[in-house]
């Protein structure tokens, strides 16, 4: 097995894992580092090392070989299963512990796409979805990636959660994860403005804070009088145009990163 390894900064782990999955590692393992963090994917061969070299030139790349056993192992210790919130607990699919008393399991594969639940603004969406009445009610997943919050609405009693994302690949991972998960997917290639006015009851986006203010009018559009918004995916300093465009609600924080629930009238 070859090992890449990769430096960057925390904000860019979440694209990078995803590209290399698109390369076609077979795991990635994330170490923490006093300025950043450190990504080590797996090959089994070293056919693209050219390639791949070139491609995350900007990230100081270089190369180690590895026993495949040791590497499957450390591959599944970087993923432990996580509690988020007072009700979620977030576990791979190889994770055989015990699910905490009063909390709902939703299986997730790191593996398949970005949004691998490690990110602060996913930690902060999830939270702030499970303090939401969702129960019987429609939830819109704007940005969707691998389906997790999406999920996670269902585990926690949405009538319907249904996720958008333009990539295609995404989508493909997010199938995968909802499986997982038994439920059935309801997801669209797409993004906000593919949805009917007010047809969300909560509508959640776990994307960037320049993309958010360039589809909040189909955001508020498709949210529900009253309903509920939950956004993240922005730095704390980018709060103050979030709130210009979409109101002052609940802030939450982590690690330089924001989200922001507003109750809509």
Not at 242 to 254: A, H, K, L, Y
Request: with cysteine; glycine share 8%; charged share 15%.
């Amino acid at each position: 097995m070859f090992l890449l390894h990769l430096t960057c900064d925390t904000s860019e782990s979440d694209l990078l894992s995803s590209q290399l999955w698109e390369a076609g590692t077979v795991g990635i393992e994330e170490k923490d580092l006093s300025d950043g963090c450190l990504l080590i994917a797996c090959f089994e061969t070293n056919a693209q090392r050219s390639d791949l070299v070139d491609q995350f030139a900007a990230h100081n790349p270089h190369w180690s070989h590895a026993d495949s056993t040791d590497w499957i192992e450390a591959t599944q210790r970087a993923w432990p299963p996580r509690e988020i919130g007072q009700r979620l607990f977030l576990a791979p699919p190889w994770c055989s512990e015990v699910t905490p008393p009063g909390r709902l399991r939703i299986i997730h594969n790191p593996g398949l796409a970005c949004g691998t639940g490690e990110h602060p603004c996913t930690q902060l969406a999830l939270t702030a979805l499970e303090t939401v009445q969702v129960s019987g009610k429609p939830v819109a997943d704007i940005g969707t990636g691998s389906g997790l919050l999406a999920i996670a609405a269902l585990h926690l009693g949405a009538a319907l959660a249904i996720g958008l994302d333009p990539d295609e690949a995404a989508l493909t991972a997010a199938r995968e994860n909802f499986a997982l998960n038994n439920f059935h997917p309801v997801l669209a290639a797409g993004f906000a403005d593919s949805l009917r006015d007010s047809c969300s009851s909560v509508t959640v986006a776990n994307i960037s804070g320049t993309v958010l203010l360039s589809i909040a009018d189909d955001l508020l559009r498709i949210t529900s009088p009253r309903g509920q918004l939950i956004l993240t995916g922005f730095a704390q300093y980018e709060l103050a145009s979030i709130e210009d465009i979409f109101g002052q609600g609940e802030v939450t924080s982590s690690g330089g990163w924001s989200c922001l629930h507003v109750q809509l009238s």
